[in-house]
């Protein structure tokens, strides 16, 4: 997993609240435990006009000029602005790397699904909770100028926008330090490796029946 570095993009508003994890990444197109592939069909239902099919070529389908992430400059965007409970539904981890193959880093919202919040430090993406009234103001700013973009910084734990608003959020101390190290879960325990193998060298001298045939 990448290291988390602070940096500048532009915000797609999507006006939404309860997004859940099947419309980010429709259940059809979780075929593979892989963790790229998903970016093209972020959104799908919302993105294309014609049907989902997992086998036809995106190149091929009909995009739905509406929606934001379509639209450019959006079509680029890093951070994305939602409303409440973003993520909700199943726990499926393939909403978040279909995030992440499009190209997003940040989530914006006033709350989260809690198996979504969770997966996306697994997986590099920072989700930021902020009160509904700054989720407001910054909606009315992005509508109000196109491209409108921030800077964060996971480090001091602040977002700047193009127009000097700063907001402070929130985060565990230990899911910052994970991103901001690139640390996925299998990461995080080969830096216990030492530990883990001492437990295990200890343990077969009293228990040495259950290492038999290992």
Wanted: aromatic letters at 12%; glycine letters at 8%.
């Amino acid at each position: 997993m990448e290291k988390f570095y602070t940096f500048t993009g532009v915000i797609a508003p999507l006006d939404r609240a309860n997004v859940d994890t099947d419309a980010i990444i429709p259940k059809q197109f979780l075929k593979s435990i892989k963790r790229s592939g998903f970016g093209p069909n972020l959104f799908d239902g919302w993105r294309y006009l014609d049907a989902a099919d997992p086998i036809q070529e995106n190149q091929s389908r009909k995009i739905n000029p509406d929606f934001v992430l379509n639209q450019s400059p959006y079509d680029e965007a890093k951070i994305l602005l939602a409303r409440k409970n973003f993520g909700c539904g199943s726990s499926r981890e393939h909403a978040v790397w279909a995030l992440a193959g499009f190209g997003i880093k940040v989530v914006l919202a006033p709350s989260f699904g809690d198996i979504f919040y969770s997966n996306s430090f697994k997986n590099g993406v920072l989700p930021i909770r902020l009160s509904d009234v700054a989720i407001d103001a910054l909606f009315k700013s992005v509508y109000a100028t196109a491209g409108y973009s921030a800077t964060i910084n996971l480090d001091e734990q602040l977002i700047e926008t193009q127009d000097g608003i700063r907001l402070d959020f929130e985060i565990a101390a230990g899911l910052k330090d994970r991103l901001l190290k690139g640390l996925d879960d299998i990461s995080l325990t080969l830096a216990h490796a030492d530990k883990i193998c001492a437990y295990e060298k200890a343990r077969k001298k009293i228990t040495p029946w259950l290492f038999q045939g290992i």
